[in-house]
């Protein structure tokens, strides 16, 4: 099976077609939540995902515009999105997002938004917060999200565990060890590539494939700004942080 694994979409809708259009074909898409917040397309969003053959865990942005979350642990930016984000659902969509799962298990794989130890809100940050992980998941491998930073962090039980920064367009073969994966962020980079991230997992030959690709950043810019939504969001799109 060919799996496209997102994450941390964050309403971009323009983001999330670029990533659509660039992964070729697949089987069934994994998200790894937040697809909600900060950005300006909400509803268009979900129901891409909800078009497609997927599986999708809750993030803490999804959970904060339901109210199972205290956006009080917010930012101000980031809690004015969420609220104006809650007006703007669907009942229809507004019910998906209720019923996500906090995490899922498929194949030899646990998927989950923050970390196997808390999957809506924990941030794997460093290595030896992905060590700590390593014992609160079953599966060989395990998918995160939250950060919006690639990345994979490989298990060292008698020390801290290595962390690997993914190459592009170059299938990572997936060994005997144990890994913690972060495919990066659909709609709101942080590792100061503006550019879309995504990967491509196929669990047949059991690769991993990173990819970025770039999107019309205006689009998603201009929208947000007819929508009023915090200038300091619209910004840092341009500058992937
Ligand atoms: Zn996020």
Known sequence: MRYLIISDIHSN???????????????????LGDMVGYGPDPNECVEQLRDLPH????????????????????NPNAKRACLWTRKQLSPSNLEYLEALPKSLIEEDFTLVHGSPRHPIWEYILNS?????????????FCFVGHTHVPVIYRDNPNQAC??????????????EDRLIINPGSVGQPRDGDPRASYAILDSDELTLEYRRISYPIEITQARM????????????LAYGW
């Open 13 to 31: 809708l323009a983001a999330f077609e670029a990533v659509l259009a660039d992964a070729g074909s697949f089987d069934k898409v994994w998200c």
């Open 55 to 74: 599986i999708c865990v809750a993030g803490n942005h999804d959970w904060a515009t339901l109210g199972k979350l205290d956006t009080e642990d917010f």
């Open 128 to 140: 030896s917060i992905a060590q700590a992980n390593f014992e609160h998941f079953d599966t060989r």
């Open 162 to 175: 290595d962390t690997l920064t993914p190459s592009l367009n170059d299938p990572l073969v997936l060994g």
């Open 225 to 236: 700004a007819e929508k009023d939504l915090p200038v300091r969001l619209i910004i840092r």
